[in-house]
C-alpha cells in the first residue's frame, strides 16, 4: 500500500487529504473546513471503470439534488456515474462542513455487498464500523485502513478477500517513484512536469514512462495515463477551492498551478465546465451553515 497526506490553506479554509492506493482499492480520506464539493462540477475522468464509490460522511452536511441537508454520519453505495464519472441525468449531490470530514472508498463493484445508487438510500452501518472510521480520521494511518476494510467486510458491506491484495512491501520501482510523488502530492503540486518529475527520480524519460504507466495500471489511478490523471486532480482541486467563501478566482488559478485565470478557464471549457466565475457563484460556502 502507498498513501501520503496533504495539508493547504487557502484563506480562512483548509483542505486535507490523505490518498491510500492498493491493487484492488483507493481510498481518500478529506477533511475540507468551510469548503464545498458538488458534483455537478465535478470533471470527470475520460475513461469509464467498473467502480463504486463508498460514500461516509464523518461530519458536516450532504444533500442529494437540491433536497435539505442531512447532517453527521452517513454513507452511501455511488454508482461510477455518481461521483468519478458524472454524466448529465446522473444524481447529484453536494458535501461541505466546518469541517466536513469525508471517506471516499473505490473498490470494484464485483466486491459490493450492498445495493448500487443514492437512490437505495443510506445504509445502515454499525457501531464498528463507524468506529473504524473515527480511528481513521484519528491516526490517517494504513493499518487502520486495512481494518476498515476487514470491519466492512465482516458487516457485509464489501467482499471478506477485498484485504487479499495488500502486499506488506512494495517492489522497488513503486517504493522510488512513489518516494518522488509523495512530496508533489503533500504539495498539491499537479502542474510538475514529466521531465521534472524524471530529473529528481534520476530516470531517462522512457523509463519513468513506462514506471509511471505500470504504477497507473495497477493501482488503477483515474484517467488515461499519469498526465490524464494530473489534468482532473488539478481540476477538482480548482474546483473545490472555487467555493471557499473568501478568495478570487484568480488566487484559485495561482494555487492550483495555472499560469493565469485564462490557462484555468481555458482547461474549464476543455473540461466541460462552465467558466470559473459561474462555478464559484454556484458553490461559494454557505458561511450561514457553520453551525451544522
Given at each position: 500500500?502507498?498513501?501520503?497526506?496533504?495539508?493547504?490553506?487557502?484563506?480562512?479554509?483548509?483542505?486535507?487529504?490523505?490518498?491510500?492506493?492498493?491493487?484492488?482499492?483507493?481510498?481518500?480520506?478529506?477533511?475540507?473546513?468551510?469548503?464545498l464539493?458538488?458534483?455537478?462540477?465535478?470533471?470527470?475522468?475520460?475513461?469509464?471503470?467498473?467502480?463504486?464509490?463508498?460514500?461516509?460522511?464523518?461530519?458536516?452536511?450532504?444533500?442529494?439534488d437540491?433536497?435539505?441537508?442531512?447532517?453527521?454520519q452517513?454513507?452511501?453505495?455511488?454508482?461510477?456515474?455518481?461521483?468519478?464519472?458524472?454524466?448529465?441525468?446522473s444524481?447529484?449531490?453536494?458535501?461541505?462542513?466546518?469541517?466536513?470530514?469525508?471517506?471516499?472508498?473505490?473498490?470494484?463493484?464485483?466486491?459490493?455487498?450492498?445495493?448500487?445508487?443514492?437512490?437505495?438510500?443510506?445504509?445502515?452501518?454499525?457501531?464498528?464500523?463507524?468506529?473504524?472510521?473515527?480511528?481513521?480520521?484519528a491516526?490517517?494511518?494504513?493499518?487502520?485502513?486495512?481494518?476498515?476494510?476487514v470491519?466492512?467486510?465482516?458487516?457485509?458491506?464489501?467482499?471478506?478477500?477485498?484485504t487479499?491484495?495488500?502486499?506488506?512491501?512494495?517492489p522497488?520501482r513503486?517504493?522510488?517513484?512513489?518516494?518522488?510523488?509523495?512530496?508533489?502530492y503533500?504539495?498539491?503540486?499537479?502542474?510538475?512536469?514529466?521531465?521534472?518529475?524524471?530529473?529528481?527520480?534520476?530516470?531517462?524519460?522512457?523509463?519513468?514512462?513506462?514506471?509511471?504507466?505500470?504504477?497507473?495500471?495497477?493501482?488503477?489511478?483515474?484517467?488515461?495515463?499519469?498526465?490524464?490523471?494530473?489534468?482532473?486532480?488539478?481540476?477538482?482541486?480548482?474546483?473545490?477551492?472555487?467555493?471557499?467563501?473568501?478568495?478570487t478566482?484568480?488566487?484559485?488559478?495561482?494555487?492550483v498551478?495555472?499560469?493565469?485565470?485564462?490557462?484555468?478557464?481555458?482547461?474549464?471549457?476543455?473540461?466541460q465546465?462552465?467558466?470559473p466565475?459561474?462555478?464559484?457563484?454556484?458553490?461559494r460556502?454557505?458561511?450561514?451553515?457553520?453551525?451544522?
Amino acid at each position: 500500500m502507498l498513501s501520503a497526506t496533504s495539508t493547504r490553506p487557502f484563506g480562512s479554509s483548509t483542505l486535507k487529504t490523505t490518498i491510500f492506493l492498493e491493487r484492488r482499492f483507493r481510498a481518500h480520506l478529506v477533511s475540507r473546513d468551510r469548503l464545498l464539493f458538488d458534483t455537478a462540477f465535478s470533471p470527470p475522468a475520460r475513461k469509464a471503470s467498473p467502480f463504486v464509490h463508498l460514500y461516509a460522511t464523518l461530519n458536516g452536511s450532504f444533500a442529494i439534488d437540491g433536497k435539505p441537508p442531512t447532517v453527521g454520519q452517513q454513507a452511501y453505495m455511488l454508482a461510477e456515474t455518481e461521483f468519478d464519472r458524472v454524466l448529465p441525468g446522473s444524481s447529484k449531490f453536494r458535501s461541505w462542513g466546518n469541517p466536513g470530514v469525508i471517506v471516499e472508498l473505490r473498490i470494484p463493484a464485483a466486491d459490493v455487498r450492498r445495493p448500487i445508487g443514492m437512490g437505495h438510500g443510506p445504509l445502515e452501518l454499525p457501531p464498528a464500523v463507524w468506529e473504524a472510521y473515527r480511528v481513521l480520521e484519528a491516526t490517517r494511518s494504513e493499518e487502520s485502513l486495512h481494518h476498515l476494510i476487514v470491519r466492512l467486510g465482516e458487516a457485509g458491506v464489501l467482499s471478506k478477500d477485498l484485504t487479499s491484495s495488500v502486499i506488506a512491501e512494495e517492489p522497488e520501482r513503486f517504493v522510488r517513484l512513489w518516494t518522488v510523488l509523495r512530496p508533489l502530492y503533500e504539495d498539491l503540486a499537479t502542474s510538475a512536469s514529466l521531465k521534472q518529475i524524471a530529473i529528481v527520480a534520476k530516470l531517462s524519460l522512457r523509463q519513468l514512462g513506462r514506471d509511471l504507466g505500470d504504477l497507473t495500471r495497477t493501482f488503477g489511478l483515474f484517467g488515461a495515463g499519469f498526465r490524464d490523471a494530473m489534468r482532473v486532480l488539478r481540476l477538482r482541486a480548482a474546483v473545490l477551492m472555487l467555493s471557499a467563501p473568501d478568495g478570487t478566482p484568480s488566487d484559485v488559478a495561482r494555487t492550483v498551478g495555472y499560469g493565469s485565470l485564462d490557462a484555468m478557464g481555458r482547461a474549464f471549457r476543455d473540461a466541460q465546465l462552465p467558466a470559473p466565475s459561474i462555478v464559484q457563484d454556484a458553490v461559494r460556502y454557505p458561511v450561514a451553515s457553520d453551525a451544522t
